[in-house]
T-cell receptor, first 110, second 113 residues
Framework: GQQVMQIPQYQHVQEGEDFTTYCNSS?????IQWYKQRPGGHPVFLIQ?????EVKKQKRLTFQFGEAKKNSSLHITATQTTDVGTYFC??????????FGAGTTVTVRA | KAGVTQTPRYLIKTRGQQVTLSCSPI?????VSWYQQTPGQGLQFLFE???????NKGNFPGRFSGRQFSNSRSEMNVSTLELGDSALYLC????????????FGPGTRLTVL
């Protein structure tokens, strides 16, 4: 079956620094979505990537879909305390099955 | 527009019992998916319903079942509860089938004693 690996599992960041989380699928994807879950909350949709090599930006967040449509990255610049939470990638296969990565849990030190 | 609602929010059951969880999607959304979230396993896909039909199923035993009603509301049932079923059960709705942004509800926290 499809395997989705998300790294790193934990990211401890100094406020103001940048970091990147990566999502890798064992199979080619139809699309990939990213979600953020704050502590005690539920996942909230951030973005969907569909095209090979696609890059989308949301303020300090940059999302990229790999050329082979098997991997993606989320890069956050100038990390703020509001960025705390767990970031999940959700990989949609061509047969529409959806698998979530284990998530990258981000903590920020001021 | 009201968000996804789930009831109950918290539930305590004992081993061997069965439980039914309910999810009301956002008005107009026809697709409902269920997930199990645990600290060790992350978000695990249970099943997806669209127009009262199960369209996709994750790798869970037959003790986990679900259904969707004509008004798109969905229920999931877990029979013969085990300790390992303790988890946060999340429901998500989306406009269409198997595509697009999913809107998650607050979840039902199930504890099995």
């Amino acid at each position: 079956g499809q395997q989705v690996m998300q790294i790193p599992q934990y990211q401890h960041v100094q406020e103001g620094e940048d970091f990147t989380t990566y999502c890798n699928s064992s199979t080619t994807l139809s699309n990939i979505q990213w979600y953020k879950q704050r502590p005690g909350g539920h996942p909230v949709f951030l973005i969907q990537l569909v095209k090979s090599g696609e890059v989308k930006k949301q303020k300090r967040l940059t999302f990229q879909f790999g050329e082979a449509k098997k991997n993606s990255s989320l890069h956050i610049t100038a990390t703020q305390t509001t960025d705390v939470g767990t970031y999940f990638c959700a990989c949609r296969r061509n047969d529409y099955k959806l698998s979530f990565g284990a998530g990258t849990t981000v903590t920020v030190r001021a | 527009k009201a968000g996804v609602t789930q009831t109950p929010r918290y539930l305590i059951k004992t081993r061997g019992q069965q439980v039914t969880l309910s999810c009301s999607p956002i008005s107009g959304h026809r697709s409902v998916s269920w997930y199990q979230q645990t600290p060790g396993q992350g978000l695990q896909f249970l099943f997806e319903y669209f127009s009262e039909t199960q369209r996709n199923k994750g790798n869970f035993p037959g003790r986990f079942s679900g259904r969707q009603f004509s008004n798109s509301r969905s229920e999931m049932n877990v029979s013969t509860l085990e300790l390992g079923d303790s988890a946060l059960y999340l429901c998500a709705s989306s406009l269409g089938q198997q595509v697009g942004e999913q809107f998650f509800g607050p979840g039902t926290r199930l504890t099995v004693l």
